[in-house]
């Protein structure tokens, strides 16, 4: 529900396209104009076989192609920290400057969470304020694992091939046997499958991937998506000092007394009680679409449907095309980046959405070609 930056080509060939919220191209190159504008996209629809997009401003766009390019959504609340919501007690949103600037000032914080946002506030408070204690709570109590320095390029090939994983009788466990058995390496042998990631999950079944989720996808997220060894050094440090708690287990309840927090939780070593200044949601983004209102929308109006497990848009693996209601690609609306993780899995990072809009755009180009 921030506000949204709206962008719009115009190509030579007349054809227009609307990114939401933003879809880059290089300007110097190509053969795509480009204009700017700051608004908020609040519905997208088909009117007579044409796409519109209604803005806040009350002005509707007819593009020829639209780009959901939305990112991340805020963390939802859990029910034990909705009594705080509005409260500024709470920072609900981890990636709202306005919010954040709080977390450098609070001496006792408490974090929810433990991933790469995690660290990011939890570095953000130790170096800002020497005083600084921070507590962060998950389910596992993980922290992600830290590169290797010097870095060294991934194994190639993969490690194992696509049909080799499916052709095992428990495929999890040969890939889990093949990226540790060398544990000096791990690092380059998990990289090497990044190639052939999204080709895995896609020739998943729906029981697969449930079952990868339930069982693996931690282990995979602490492994996988590492931290500096700089920013793990800050952190063991702290630790060390007391100035860093780990703790694996769930807010169970909150009581506000005299302006600060008392913070149960319930973990696998019984319960715990953490006076704070300060909660922080750092639980990674909301995979529901439905969180976007203009999706939301979208979804209600049976434009677009809810992606694999829930996770982000269903669309077209192989272009990108949004699926509606109806099962049936839409022609001329495209998503990008994490809207297809249910989809593909590994669609957060820079290499993977480079080569998304790439081939989006050179779709769109050839649309305008044929104009």
């Known amino acids: 529900s921030s506000r949204r930056r709206h962008t719009r080509f115009r190509n030579v060939t007349g054809v227009q396209t609307c990114a939401l919220p933003i879809f880059s191209t290089s300007i110097g190159t190509s053969k795509a104009s480009f204009a700017h504008r700051q608004s908020r996209a609040t519905r997208i629809g088909t009117t007579r076989s044409r796409l519109s997009v209604e803005l806040d401003d009350g002005q509707q766009m007819s593009p020829d192609a639209i780009v959901l390019a939305t990112g991340v959504e805020r963390p939802s609340i859990p029910v034990s920290l909705q009594a705080l919501i509005g409260n500024d007690l709470l920072v609900d949103n981890p990636w709202n400057p306005g919010q954040i600037q709080r977390v450098g000032t609070a001496g006792n914080i408490l974090v929810v969470g433990s991933g790469l946002t995690a660290v990011d506030l939890a570095l953000s408070a130790l170096l800002r304020n020497p005083n600084a204690v921070v507590t962060l709570v998950s389910r596992h109590g993980n922290l992600p694992k830290a590169h290797e320095e010097p870095w060294r390029r991934r194994i190639e090939p993969p490690i194992f091939s696509v049909e080799e994983f499916f052709e095992h009788p428990d495929p999890f466990s040969f890939a889990m046997e093949s990226i540790v058995s060398d ?189």
């Open 183 to 371: 544990p000096l390496d791990w690092r380059r042998r998990i990289d090497s499958l990044r190639p052939i990631t999204q080709q895995l999950w896609l020739q998943m079944s729906p029981e697969m991937r449930a079952v990868f989720r339930r069982d693996h996808l931690h282990m995979w997220d602490i492994h996988r998506h590492r931290m500096p060894r700089a920013s793990a050094a800050v952190l063991e440090g702290a630790r060390r000092e007391g100035r860093l708690i780990l703790l694996a287990g769930e807010i169970s309840d909150t009581e506000i007394l005299s302006g600060q927090l008392d913070v149960h939780v319930k973990g696998r070593e019984g319960a715990s009680l953490i006076k704070c200044e300060l909660v922080v949601l750092a639980t990674g983004p909301n995979p529901d679409p439905r969180t976007n209102p203009l999706l939301g929308h979208a979804i209600n109006d049976r434009l677009l449907r809810e992606g694999p497990g829930g996770v982000g848009l269903d669309t077209d693996p192989r272009t990108g095309q949004v699926i509606g209601a109806d099962g049936v690609p839409h022609s001329s609306i495209y998503a990008i980046g994490l809207l297809r993780r249910g989809g593909l899995f590994e669609s957060i990072a820079i290499p993977e959405i480079r080569e998304q809009a790439r081939a989006i755009a050179n779709r769109l180009l050839a649309l305008g070609d044929e104009q």
